[in-house]
C-alpha cells in the first residue's frame, strides 16, 4: 500500500482540526472542583513514642559514671554480689536459652 503525501496532509489537517475543536471545548466546559489535599495527625500517644523514641536514640550508649563508679568498686573490693542473685541470674539465663 502506498501512501501519497497528499493524503497525509489530508490526515494532519482533519487531526489538527479535531485537536483545536478538542482545546476549545475544554475551554469552554465548567472547572473541576480543587482537589483537597491529604491530611495526616498525630495523636497523643504516638507524640509521646517519638519523644520516648528520639530521647532514646540521643542517651549515650554507655553510662561512663555508671561503669566508673562498678570499676572503682571492683578495685576497691567494694563490690559484691550475693550468691543468690548470682543463682538468680544463672538460672534465668539457663530458661531463656531452652526457650531460644
Same mark, same amino acid.
Given at each position: ?5 497528499q493524503q497525509i496532509q489530508s490526515v494532519l489537517k482533519t487531526y ?20 483537597? #489535599?491529604d491530611k495526616m495527625t498525630i495523636s497523643e500517644e504516638g ?6 523514641? &528520639?530521647?532514646? #536514640? ?30 538468680? #541470674? ?7 536459652? #531452652?526457650? &531460644?
Amino acid at each position: 500500500m502506498i501512501i501519497s503525501s497528499q493524503q497525509i496532509q489530508s490526515v494532519l489537517k482533519t487531526y489538527g482540526q479535531q485537536l483545536k475543536t478538542g482545546a476549545a471545548a475544554r475551554d469552554k466546559g465548567p472547572t473541576p472542583p480543587p482537589v483537597e #489535599k491529604d491530611k495526616m495527625t498525630i495523636s497523643e500517644e504516638g507524640r509521646a513514642f517519638q519523644l520516648a523514641l &528520639k530521647a532514646a #536514640k540521643e542517651a549515650p550508649e554507655v553510662r561512663e559514671s555508671r561503669v566508673a563508679a562498678l570499676k572503682q568498686a571492683v578495685s576497691d573490693g567494694s563490690y559484691n554480689v550475693s550468691d543468690a542473685d548470682i543463682a538468680e #541470674k544463672m538460672l534465668g539465663r539457663s530458661l531463656v536459652d #531452652k526457650i &531460644k
